[in-house]
């Protein structure tokens, strides 16, 4: 079964408008990370958010807020005002604390964001 | 500065013909691991260590080595590459950690195509 699901493969959104980004998580471990990152066109893989399992606010940074419901097990990134430079793949992914040891990130398949001017 | 790096950026081989793709990080993490990027199906972890002459496979070992000899470096080696192993390479290192919050730094990425 898919650890991390994310059933949006492409998005095309008009700029200034915000945006959410669908991320569904299966796992039985009660403590768990959720992550956000960011892959432009050139490639490197950018750090935007991170959400805890425990925590009980859901995360912020800037124009990323990350939708943390727990109960439904969903995890989805919104990006207010979008921006041209949004224009990346979004992947979402979850580090299992019963892995320690293995840090090991488990990675969606991505949702490629396009901004439209 | 922090990071890690990874060299070459962009190869392009023959089948069967022996290759590394190294990855050093400057940080003091124990703990680094590589992933591969295929289209459709996200990154997918193919080897890790959690310190020196310490590694273990990911989901994705078969047709891959590594080695880990000393803390910064940990070398992807493919012995034959066959055009399956098409893809884009990241190196990734981080502390470890009994916390979820763990951030791992991602080296820049290697697109390696074997012909």
């Known amino acids: 079964a898919q650890k991390i699901t994310q059933t949006q493969p492409g998005m095309f959104v008009q700029e200034k408008e915000a945006v959410t980004l669908d991320c569904t998580y299966d796992?039985?471990?009660?403590?768990?990370?959720l992550f956000w990152y960011k892959q432009p066109s050139s490639g490197e893989m950018i750090f935007l958010i991170y959400q805890g399992s425990y925590d009980q606010q859901n995360a912020t940074e800037g124009r990323y807020s990350l939708n943390f419901q727990k109960a439904r097990k969903s995890a989805n990134l919104v990006i207010s005002a979008s921006q041209l430079g949004d224009s990346a793949m979004y992947f979402c992914a979850m580090r299992e604390d019963a892995a320690f040891g293995n840090e090991k990130l488990t990675f969606g398949t991505g949702t490629r964001l396009t901004i439209i001017p | 500065e922090a990071q890690v790096t990874q060299n070459p950026r962009y190869l392009i081989t023959v089948t069967g013909k022996k290759l590394t793709v190294t990855c050093s990080q400057n940080?003091?993490?124990?703990?680094m691991s590589w992933y591969r990027q295929d289209p459709g199906l996200g990154l997918r972890q193919i080897y890790y260590?959690?310190?020196?002459?310490?590694?273990d496979k990911g989901d994705v070992p078969e047709g891959y080595k590594v080695s880990r000899k000393e803390k910064r470096n940990f070398p992807l080696i493919l012995e034959s590459p066959s055009p399956n192993q098409t893809s884009l390479y990241f190196c990734?290192?981080?502390?470890?950690?009994?916390?979820?919050?763990?951030?791992?730094?991602f080296g820049p990425g290697t697109r390696l195509t074997v012909l």
């Open positions: 796992t039985s471990d009660p403590s768990y990370g």
């Open positions: 940080m003091n993490h124990e703990y």
């Open positions: 990734a290192s981080s502390l470890l950690s009994d916390s979820s919050y763990n951030e791992q730094f």
């Open positions: 260590s959690m310190n020196v002459e310490v590694t």
